[in-house]
């Protein structure tokens, strides 16, 4: 049998991962230090008066620039400089004096609190006024600015209101008291001037209104070229009046009739109805003409022709008369004649009917013509002495006019004389609504999270550094400096919900309550308990040569080991291999209980007496093992565990078994675990977490350290990668086979 070397495990710096993970582990510490700094910050915000700020922006600027030339010496320039900030400092000093603080609460009132005098509300105002030149780039603007502090929102803002009315005021009042000063001459003359001005500008208008006339030299201009622009439309209308005429006269000489005619066959030959019946009449006629041409007009064809023909003359004469007027008196041969005229008939008869309409409005308007002719001349006749009168009356409003325009110059050249010195206050930013500058809930509560973040680090660091408990895998290996075999996840409990039945020692049974349900029974039958265990058989298998005897134990007591040897047992058996599982716990044996069995024969009376009980078959999930269970209690276990007796039982089973599982007892505080240990062939640790205590640790490593330690397990991993944590192992199936033939000790057959 080879040992297995103990591996040693490199010291990892402390990076952020083990901080994220110790802070993880002390989660309630951080939590709790967190939840009591956002506390204390809620309870502050609560307790604390509110506090709103308002500011607003003036500008204050020179009403004259003061530029600087080019060809100044450096010293002038400095000069000027120190003479503008001098300036605005002396502002600075102006605004804050007492006299606005008086003028904002005499004309304001409403802005003190109640239950305040005036003296109180002065002293208040000035106490929450600040006012400071702003700086930008350690350079000094000319923008200053007035924040104003108190307990109100509205408040503050009709204060900076207030403040900024009797500043505006303030200055417009000084700019307009000097130029009142400086221009009192200058504006009686242009009042005097403007006077004037108004006088001749009512005669103007006076002279306008009652000739209607806005400037009669432009308006005769243009009336004498309206004038004679009509002379030559009227010219041109007479042309086209002979033109016209002339063209008249021809149409009629070629169609040799008069205008009614004319027209009255203009409108019979376009009616389709007169030319359809005068169509019929014609036809009649011919047929008629036929018959009499054989017949005489005795015949009654000859008459019915006859009266159809007459018919048509009548319906002819009705046509007529209704597309020429009722006053129509032309024969039958006219109206033949009239609505059988040719093409070319009807174009010259159309021709001269337009043409005799194109001269009657050549004569309308020729009339039009001469009537305004005859208007524009009685309007020239009248401008001479319209002309004069306005020659005397515009000269003198221009004259008063640029007096007017001089003297305004001359104020205004005064004005900014005047106004060279002085500054100009303006409000850039108006007063806004008071802002909340305290307490403000969201940075309390952030500097309450930090606060309390850091609180919690420390307290979670110092927790961590105090605490001597195991918590991961990863400290459990760091601790022991062994291989990791595996790790059983924490899983939840179950109240038992069934009685299984415990063997007598002759074969009797009764019925008793499984108290310890869920401590190994079910456990073992988990699928995923099942498939840690294996990986953990597996690691042993690897980690040495084919080992007969395993012995499982722990640093103190209630850390799993039994329902790690029931697992590693089963993972065996599955693996075909003979099992043997002995409850070596002769102190406090739990493994009969978990199982069902009775505890009235065991290995106790195996070293102690003659007696050769048999180790009881069981099946798991499936499974066949062999148990045997403590026996009745030893007053001196360690002598039993190290008698001649138990080697030679060992060196037995070991014959008669592929595997031997010992549940041993914990390492501290007594010897039986190192005794048990001494006389296998290989130790396995088993270790729950948040339990075992890294003294523990120490100490059972140094117990163990001259037996062959195979590994460490842990037990209990609640981490957030564990996929099995929150999950229920399945109700245990048992079988007990009681008619089983398991190996017997003394014939050594099975």
């Known amino acids: 049998m080879t040992s297995i070397q103990s591996q040693s495990v490199e010291e990892s710096e402390f990076g952020y991962g083990q901080l994220l993970q110790i802070l993880g582990q002390r989660?309630?510490?951080?939590?709790?230090?967190?939840v009591a700094s956002l506390g204390v910050a809620v309870t502050a915000t609560l307790l604390q008066s509110p506090t709103y700020q308002s500011s607003m922006q003036l500008?204050?600027?020179?009403?004259?620039?003061?530029?600087?030339?080019?060809?100044?010496?450096?010293?002038?320039?400095?000069?000027?400089?120190?003479?503008?900030?001098?300036?605005?400092?002396?502002?600075?000093?102006?605004?804050?004096?007492k006299e606005f603080?008086?003028?904002?609460?005499?004309?304001?009132?409403?802005?003190?609190?109640?239950?305040?005098?005036?003296?109180?509300?002065?002293?208040?105002?000035?106490?929450?006024?600040?006012?400071?030149?702003?700086?930008?780039?350690?350079t000094r603007t000319r923008v200053f600015e007035a924040v104003f502090t108190g307990n109100d929102a509205r408040r503050a803002q009709k204060s900076l209101q207030a403040l900024q009315h009797v500043y505006l005021q303030y200055n417009e009042n000084q700019q307009e008291r000097r130029l009142k000063d400086g221009l009192?001459?200058?504006?009686?003359?242009?009042?005097?001037?403007?006077?004037?001005?108004?006088?001749?500008?009512?005669?103007?208008?006076?002279?306008?209104?009652?000739?209607?006339?806005?400037?009669?030299?432009?308006?005769?201009?243009?009336?004498?070229?309206?004038?004679?622009?009509?002379?030559?439309?009227?010219q041109a209308v007479q042309a086209d009046y002979q033109e016209a005429q002339a063209r008249y006269e021809a149409v009629q000489q070629a169609l040799s009739v008069d205008p009614e005619q004319a027209t009255m066959a203009?409108?019979?030959?376009?009616?389709?109805?007169?030319?359809?019946?005068?169509e019929a009449l014609q036809l009649s006629e011919l047929e008629l003409s036929a018959r009499l041409a054989v017949y005489t007009l005795s015949d009654p064809i000859a008459q019915d022709l006859q009266a159809q023909r007459d018919r048509q003359v009548d319906l002819l004469q009705?046509?007529?008369?209704?597309?020429?007027?009722?006053?129509?008196?032309?024969?039958?041969?006219?109206?033949?004649?009239?609505?059988?005229?040719?093409?070319?008939d009807l174009e010259l008869i159309q021709e001269m009917i337009t043409t005799q309409i194109q001269m009657s409005g050549l004569v309308a308007r020729e009339a039009s013509l001469s009537q305004t002719q005859q208007s524009l001349q009685q309007q020239l006749s009248a401008y001479p002495r319209l002309i004069a009168e306005y020659d005397r009356?515009?000269?003198?409003?221009?004259?008063?006019?640029?007096?007017?325009?001089?003297?305004?110059?001359?104020?205004?050249?005064?004005?900014?004389?005047?106004?060279?010195?002085?500054?100009?206050?303006?409000?850039?930013?108006?007063?806004?609504?008071?802002?909340?500058?305290?307490?403000i809930p969201s940075q309390n509560l952030a500097l309450g999270i930090v606060a309390g973040l850091f609180l919690g680090g420390l307290l979670a660091y110092g927790r961590e550094a105090t605490d001597t408990v195991v918590h991961t895998p990863a400290g459990l290996k760091k601790q022991t400096a062994l291989p990791l075999l595996g790790v059983l996840p924490k899983v939840k409990d179950r109240k038992p919900r069934f009685v299984l039945p415990r063997l007598g020692l002759f074969g009797r049974s009764r019925q008793t309550s499984i108290?310890?349900?869920?401590?190994?029974?079910?456990?073992?039958?988990?699928?995923?308990?099942?498939?840690?265990?294996?990986?953990?058989?597996?690691?042993?298998?690897?980690?040495?040569?084919?080992?007969k005897s395993v012995m499982v134990t722990s640093a103190v007591s209630g850390e799993g080991k039994t329902t790690l040897a029931m697992g590693l047992a089963l993972s065996a058996a599955r693996s075909q291999k003979r099992v043997l599982l002995i409850d070596a716990d002769l102190r406090r044996p739990s493994l009969h209980e978990q199982i069902g069995l009775s505890n009235r024969r065991g290995l106790t009376m195996l070293l102690d007496s003659l007696e050769t009980p048999i180790p009881v078959s069981i099946t798991v999930a499936n499974t066949q093992i062999d148990i045997l269970s403590a026996g009745p209690f030893s007053e001196d276990p360690v002598q039993l565990l190290n008698s001649h007796r138990m080697r030679e039982l060992v060196a037995k089973f070991e014959q008669q078994y592929d595997l031997i599982v010992f549940d041993a007892s914990a390492v501290l505080g007594q010897v039986d675990a190192l005794q048990i240990a001494s006389l296998c062939q290989g130790v396995v640790m088993v270790s729950r977490l948040d339990r075992v205590t890294q003294s523990d640790l120490s100490q059972t490593m140094a117990i163990l350290a001259r037996v062959n330690q195979l590994g460490i397990v842990a037990n209990g991993d609640s981490s957030a990668d564990s996929p099995y944590t929150h999950l229920h192992p399945p109700e245990p199936i048992l079988h007990i086979d009681q008619n089983a033939a398991p190996t017997r000790i003394i014939s050594g057959r099975r």
């Open 27 to 34: 989660i309630y510490w951080l939590g709790g230090a967190l």
């Open 59 to 97: 500008l204050v600027e020179p009403n004259v620039s003061r530029s600087i030339s080019i060809n100044e010496m450096e010293g002038s320039q400095s000069d000027s400089s120190s003479e503008i900030a001098l300036d605005y400092a002396t502002q600075l000093t102006l605004m804050r004096s």
């Open 101 to 138: 603080v008086e003028d904002v609460v005499i004309i304001f009132p409403d802005i003190c609190q109640a239950g305040q005098t005036q003296k109180e509300c002065m002293s208040t105002f000035q106490n929450s006024l600040r006012l400071s030149q702003i700086e930008e780039d350690s």
């Open 184 to 234: 009192m001459l200058v504006n009686r003359q242009i009042d005097q001037v403007q006077q004037d001005i108004n006088d001749s500008q009512e005669a103007l208008k006076r002279f306008r209104q009652t000739g209607e006339i806005i400037d009669p030299e432009r308006q005769s201009l243009e009336a004498a070229a309206a004038l004679e622009e009509i002379e030559q439309t009227q």
């Open 266 to 278: 203009a409108k019979l030959s376009e009616s389709g109805r007169y030319q359809a019946l005068l």
């Open 318 to 344: 009705i046509e007529s008369q209704r597309l020429l007027g009722a006053d129509t008196s032309a024969s039958q041969s006219e109206l033949i004649a009239n609505g059988q005229l040719g093409e070319r």
């Open 393 to 439: 009356l515009q000269p003198e409003v221009e004259t008063q006019r640029a007096a007017l325009e001089e003297l305004l110059q001359t104020r205004q050249e005064l004005s900014n004389e005047i106004a060279q010195g002085g500054f100009k206050w303006a409000v850039v930013e108006a007063p806004d609504l008071g802002r909340k500058i305290s307490p």
């Open 515 to 547: 108290s310890a349900y869920n401590s190994s029974l079910s456990l073992v039958q988990w699928q995923p308990f099942r498939e840690v265990v294996d990986l953990v058989y597996k690691n042993i298998q690897l980690a040495a040569t084919p080992l």
